[in-house]
């Protein structure tokens, strides 16, 4: 019952975060109920995430949003053995150093589905070679990590994880604010992009916490209990974060989708005005080229009586000809909008066309006609 120092010596192998506190009974039933509650917190937040992501992903399925819904499982899963389920329900089938090393995946897989995320973030913006091999080599490093853990160098795999989680948000931000401006929201496009402002914004709230997170376990800052629970306030604070910028990219792509629909809407109201329009021109064409040959053939007929002055009949006939040769060229043209146009070949005279032409110009008496 006496006040007195205790001192303990812990060596772990599992991880690189520990914080060792002694206290009462009392307070220590305290403590547990408070972390158990954080917890559960936690974990309720995490799962109606991962059902936001899990039913987008469903109905319209894409690289950021899988990749939203594979960080938040990760993150699910990660909580689960953290907070200790892991011990509770797979004590039967796993031995706890077992356990252990299924946190430590989880550790790492938890930071390669937030850096992925991450990769499809940036892609919102416009492509970029060095980008995407600056990614692809950070991709690559995890695999290495697998390995590691895999041979036993699980104390030097956390190291490097927590190295990853320090320099990579940093990393992305640069690429970020690095990167073009986003490309142009383009009605065309079947999805439409976040704009530059916003994933910078995005990168910029969310790289402190990384910081708070692995400052204290390369020991570079002096830790406490709160550091070992930064990590979980990183994912549910970005979770809030992701969906909010991810619903209101789904809201403009719901908006695009809208204006395609009455763009398709208003075309076919356009094309379906276009094609009565030139159903009645061609309905007039057709009563043209039929109703005026007619008259313009039994006037030929009455400009044949030779009781008509010749040089009044002369005219005339050639104004009827004019008359006809432009409803001729009228239904001509139509027929060459359709396609439909046919080719007659007939034989001609050169010289009687010639001298009818010359003799409707003005002034034909001036044409003087040669003979060979």
């Known amino acids: 019952a006496a006040p007195r120092d205790l001192w303990l010596r812990i060596q772990t192998t599992s991880a690189r975060l520990v914080y060792v506190e002694a206290m009462t009974p009392k307070a ?3 403590s547990n109920a408070k972390i158990t509650l954080f917890g559960s917190l936690y974990l309720a937040l995490i799962t109606l995430f991962t059902l936001w992501g899990l039913v987008h992903v469903l109905f319209r399925p894409e690289p950021l949003m ?9 993150s699910l899963l990660l909580g689960i053995c953290f907070w200790g389920y892991g011990y509770l329900y797979l004590s039967d089938v796993l031995a706890p150093g077992q356990v252990d090393q299924l946190t430590n995946y989880l550790v790492v897989i938890m930071t390669f589905s937030a850096i992925l995320f991450s990769h499809f973030l940036l892609n919102e913006m416009r492509p970029s070679h060095w980008r995407s091999n600056v990614m ?12 590691m853990l895999a041979t036993g160098y699980i104390t030097l795999a956390l190291k490097a994880n927590i190295l990853i989680v320090l320099l990579v948000p940093l990393i992305m931000l640069a ?37 708070l997170t692995a400052a204290p376990a390369l020991g570079l800052i002096q830790g406490g209990e709160i550091s070992i629970y930064i990590a979980f306030l990183y994912s ?34 356009h094309a379906a005005s276009e094609k009565s329009n030139r159903l009645e021109r061609d309905n007039l064409l057709a009563m043209l080229g039929h109703e005026l040959k007619t008259p313009l053939a039994t006037m030929r007929m009455v400009l044949a009586d030779e009781r008509i002055p010749h040089n009044l009949s ?3 006939v050639s104004s009827v000809a004019d008359m006809a040769m432009v409803v001729e060229r009228t239904v001509q ?9 046919s080719v007659h070949l007939e034989n001609c005279v050169i010289d ?21």
């Open 28 to 30: 220590y039933s305290l």
């Open 66 to 74: 899988s990749s939203f819904l594979f960080y938040q499982v990760a």
């Open 136 to 147: 692809q080599g950070i991709f690559w490093l995890f695999p290495m990590l697998l390995i």
């Open 175 to 211: 690429l970020a604010i690095l990167s073009k401006t986003g490309i142009p929201n383009d009605r065309r496009r079947k999805h439409r992009g976040l704009s530059k402002p916003i994933v910078v914004g995005y990168f910029s709230l969310t790289a402190a916490f990384p910081l």
């Open 236 to 269: 549910t604070s970005s979770g809030v974060l992701m969906i909010l910028m991810l619903q209101y990219r789904a809201w403009m792509n719901v908006r695009q989708t809208s204006d395609l629909k009455a763009m398709a809407h208003e075309a076919a109201a």
């Open 314 to 316: 002369r005219k005339l």
């Open 333 to 341: 043209t139509d027929q060459l909008e359709h396609g439909v146009m």
């Open 352 to 372: 009687e066309m010639l001298t009818a032409l010359c003799h409707d110009l003005p002034d034909a008496e001036r044409i003087e006609r040669l003979t060979a």
